[in-house]
C-alpha cells in the first residue's frame, strides 16, 4: 500500500497510457468495423468500461489509480484540510508521469492499427455546449470519486468509476473526457477518438470548473470526516482512492 | 447513516437529476449518432443501467437512493406497520426533492446538447397496452426493492435495481418509467426519451396500480420479518434501502 | 431460508414467468425497433442477462431459483445420494408451477405488446444441429449449476448463472433455451422468442441428454463431497442453489 | 484446492474446449445474423467476456483457470522462483490438455453450426501491425494476471480477465488471441473467428514476447512479496491464479 514513488508514478503512467490506448485503439477498430455512429460509439463505450475498470483494480493498490491530473490535484486540496493524503511532491511525479503516458499511450495504440505514429488531430470539439458537458461530466467524477471515499466505499471505486464514465460516454454532449491528460494524449491522434489542439485548452479549462462544482457539490451532500475518520484515512495511504476490490 | 433531512433532500435531488439528465442525454446521443431504433435503445438502456447502479452505490448511504415518489411512498407504507422507516415529514421532503430534480436534469441534458430548455415532449404514448407496460414495470420494481429488503440482501441493491431497469427497458412495451418523478421530467423535453404531458397522468397511475401490486406479490412470496427483525431494521435508518455496497 | 413450499412454489412460478416475460418481451420489442438480427439478438440476451441475474439474487433465499425442471430434477436425484435437498414432494409442486409460470409470462408479455395473447408459434426449429446446440447449452448449464456448488461457490450464482445464458444465446446455434419449461412457454407466443410446438419435445428431449452430461462431466472435474461437506449441505435448505448474494 | 493432477487436466481441457466453442461459435451466429462488423464483434466480444469469466470462476478452485500456455509456462517460472506454484510435471500435462481441449472446442462450434467440422481457416492474419497487437495484449494480460496476485487481489480474476478480454477484443489491432492453444484450435475452424493455419506460428512468436514483456513490467511496478507472503502463497495451491470468487 506504501510503494515508493517511482513505482507508484510508473503505475500512474502505465495506467494512463493503457487507458488513452483503449481509448483510441478502440475507436479505430470501430471504425474499421461499423458505419453505424451508435454501433462505434457503443464499442468505444464498452471496452473503455471494460478497460478502466480493471485498471483501477490492479494498480489502485500501487498508485490510487487516478490516472487524471484533475483527481491528483483534488486529492492534494482536500488531503491537505484532513492531514492526509498526497504531498507537493507526489503531485509532481504523478502529473507529469500521467500526461506522458497518455501521448505514449495514444502513440502505441496508433501503431497497433498501422496509423502515423502522431499526427495532430482534426477532429475540432468547440462548440460552446460540449464545453458545458465536459463540466457537467468532471463535475460528476469529483463528486462520485470523493463521495465514494466520504460515504466510506472507496472499495467499488473499480466498478463505480467505469460505470460511470460508461454512462458519461452517453450522456454528455462531449462523450466525457473528463480529464487533462487523457485530452492532450488524444490530440496527438487523428482517428475517431481524436480531439484538436486547438480544443484541448477549453477543454482543459471547463475540466478544471467541473472538478470545483463536484467539490462542492459533495461538501453539500456528504458529510464531512469527523477527526477520527480523518486519521483513520491519513493512516493508510490515500484510502480514498485506494480502491481495494473490485467487486 | 444518519444525515440531516436537508442533505438527504439534496441527496434525493441530485440523484433524481443526475439520473433524468442520464436517461434524456443518453437518448439524444443515440438519435444523433444511429438510425438504427435498436441500436439507440441498446445505448439508451447501457447508460441508464450504469448511471442509475453508481448513484444507488454512492447516495444509497445518504438517503436511501429512492429518486421515485413510488418508492418513498411504499417505504412510507411498509416502515409505518414495522415501526422504523421514513417519517411523513421525509416524505414531504424527499417526493417535491425527486421531482425538482427530474425537472432540472431534462433541462441540463438539453442543454448539454445544444437543445431548447424545454419544450414539452410531443411523444405520445397513450396506447392502452404501453399503461400495462407501466403496471407490470412498476410492480417489478417495487417486488425487487422490497423483496431484497425481506431477504436481507438490501447490500445488491445498486447492481440489481440497476440490472432490473435494464431488462425492463426492453421486456416492457413502455420501457419501463415506473417512476413519476421521472414521468414529469421527462415531459419538459421534446426528445427521444420525452413523453408528451398529456400521458403523463395515465402512467403516474398506472405506476400507482403496479407498487400496489407489487407490495401485494412481495407479501405473498416473502415471509414477513419477524419483531426481532423489525427491530433491527428501525436500529437501522431505513435499512431496506440503504444499499450499502455496490458489489 | 426455510419458506413453506406453497411460497417456495410461487416463488418458481412467479420467477418461471417473469424469465419468460423478459425474453419474449424484449424479443418483440427488438424486432420492432431494429431490422439487423445482430443488434436484435444481443437486446434480446442483454435483457435476458439483466433480468434473470436479478429473479436468481432475489427468489434465491426462497425456493433456490431454478425455474428449470432440468435443474429442479437434478437438484432431487444429486441431493438424494447426499441426503438433502429436495423431496419428491418438492419435485411435485416445482415443475407444474415452472410450466405454468412459463406459460403466463409468454402471454403477459404478448399483452404488454398488444399482440395476441395465445398464438402457437410458428418458428420451426427442428434442425438436427440445433438439438446439438441444446444437449451443448444445457449440459453447460447443469455443469455450471452444480459445479459451483461442489466448489464452494455457490453463492455467486446469480452472476454466474446469467452470464452464462448471455454467452449461451450467441455461441450455441439453439439460443440456448436449456430449459423444458420456458420451451413449452415459448410455444404459446407467435413471435422473436417463439418455437413452434412440434420443435418442443425434441428440444426437451435434447435437454434431458444435455443435462445428463453435464452431471456426468460434473462428476469427473469435481471431487465428490466429503461426508462432513454433505452434512454441512444438508443442514442448509439445499445450499447449492441458494445463491446468497448477488456479487 | 488440491485436486489430482487427472483432474486438473481435464479442468483445463474443458475450460479451453468451452472457451474455443465461445469464440468461434459466437463468430458463426454474429456473422449469420448481423451484416455490420461492429455489430459482430460486439457479440463476440460480449459472448466472450461473458463466457470466460464463467469459466476461471467455475474451474479457477479446481485447475487455477489458465486455459493458456502462456499462462501455464508463467506460472511455473515466477512459481519457481518463491518456491511454490506449478511443477515442470503439471506444466506437462497442462498444455497439451489445453491445446486438445481448443482443437475440440473449434470442432463442436463448428458441429453445433452445421458447419464442416474440421476446415482449416482462411483466415490470413499476417500483417506486421496485428503482431504489434499481439505483443501488447499478451503483455497486458500476463501484467494482469501476475500484477493481481502481488496485489493480494487474485480474488477478482474471473472478472477482472474476463473484462480485459472484452476491452482487448477492442483496443488491439488483432482482437487479442493472446493465448497459444486458443490460437491453434481457431486454425481449425474456416469462420469468423479463424486464423490461417500460416499466420499461427507468427501469432505464437508474438505472444510469447508479451508474455516476457508482461513479465518485466510486472516486476518493475508491483513489489515483489516478501518471503513471508511467498509462503502463505506456496501454503496455497497456486493462489495467484486460483481465483476464489466471481465478484
Known sequence: MSASLGRRA????????ALVAVVVGS???ATGLSHDGGVQLL???LATVFGLGVLIALLGPVSGAHFNPVVTLAAWCTGRRTGGGLTARDVCAYVPAQVAGAVAGAVVADAMFG????????HDRSAGHLL??????TAGLVFLVFGLSRAGRAHVAPVAVASYIGAAYWFTSSTSFANPAVTIGRA????FAGIAPGSVAPFVAAQAVGALLGLVLMGLVFEPQGPAQADASSAQDEPE??????P
Request: net charge negative.
Open 132 to 137: 458545458l458537458g465536459e463540466i457537467v461530466a
Open 43 to 45: 464499442a468505444n463505450a
Open 10 to 17: 510508473l503505475a500512474e503512467a502505465v495506467g494512463s497510457a
Open 115 to 122: 496509423e502515423p505514429l502522431v499526427r495532430w488531430s482534426t
Open 27 to 29: 475507436g479505430i477498430q
Open 188 to 191: 496527438f491522434t487523428d482517428t
Open 241 to 246: 482512492l485506494a480502491a481495494p476490490t473490485l
